[in-house]
């Protein structure tokens, strides 16, 4: 069955620094990916999202790798803030286009 | 412009009883779908719905579960006859048209907990 797999474990990262997060699929070959944030006790918020014929996409401080042959995304924090602080959750559509599949998510932590 | 709005925003209801969940999509929205989220656990999706039709709801359990997306006002996720594992936090989503490719907008969600 399609999976996507996030890194379980909190990542802490000194404020100005670069955050990099993982986000691997197995059993699917996605036409996109999607990235979310999600802050505790809210819904997840949309950032970006990557086809599969984009190898990089960016917006301001953020930016999304897509590589097929790995099956992997990559995002990218740059000049990371403690506001960045947060739940980041990777997605991608199953067999219909509507229906999302979800990592569970790797927290990021910002250390001033 | 409201984003999606969903309510309550928690829900405390005892083994047995039934559960209402409300979502309002996004003006100018007519697709909603539902999630449910579990503790350190991903979405997992529900149902999928646009105006009066169900579209997809092969999420949902067969039984005790259902939901609507009437001509007027919100779209409704119903749990009758709640159990200790519906405990959850239930979000809605919306979007103008069919696929994500423009991402969703979710709502804060409801956070339901049976007792």
């Known amino acids: 069955s399609q999976k996507i797999e996030q890194n379980s474990e909190a990542l802490n990262i000194q404020e100005g620094k670069t955050a990099t997060l993982t986000c691997n699929y197995t059993n699917y070959s996605p036409a996109y990916l999607q990235w979310y944030r999600q802050d505790p006790g809210r819904g997840p918020v949309f950032l970006l999202l990557i086809r599969e014929n984009e190898k990089e996409k960016r917006k301001e401080r953020l930016k999304v790798t897509f590589d097929t042959t790995l099956k992997q995304s990559l995002f990218h924090i740059t000049a990371s803030q403690p506001a960045d602080s947060a739940t980041y959750l990777c997605a991608h559509q199953g067999d219909s286009n509507y229906q999302l599949i979800w990592g569970a998510g790797t927290k990021l932590i910002i250390k001033p | 412009n409201a984003g999606v709005m969903q309510n309550p925003r928690h829900l405390v209801r005892r083994r047995g009883q039934e559960a209402r969940l409300r979502c309002s999509p996004m003006k100018g929205h007519s697709h909603v779908y539902w999630y449910r989220q579990l503790p350190e656990e991903g979405l997992k999706f529900m149902v999928y719905?646009?105006?009066?039709?169900?579209?997809?709801e092969s999420g949902m359990p067969k039984e005790r579960f259902s939901a609507e997306f009437p001509k007027e006002g919100p779209s409704i996720l119903r749990i009758q006859q709640v159990v200790r594992g519906d405990s959850a936090a239930y979000f809605c989503?919306?979007?103008?048209?069919?696929?994500?490719?423009?991402?969703?907008?979710f709502g804060s969600g409801t956070r339901l907990t049976v007792v």
């Open positions: 719905l646009q105006k009066e039709n169900i579209i997809d």
């Open positions: 989503a919306s979007s103008p048209g069919t696929g994500g490719g423009d991402g969703y907008t």
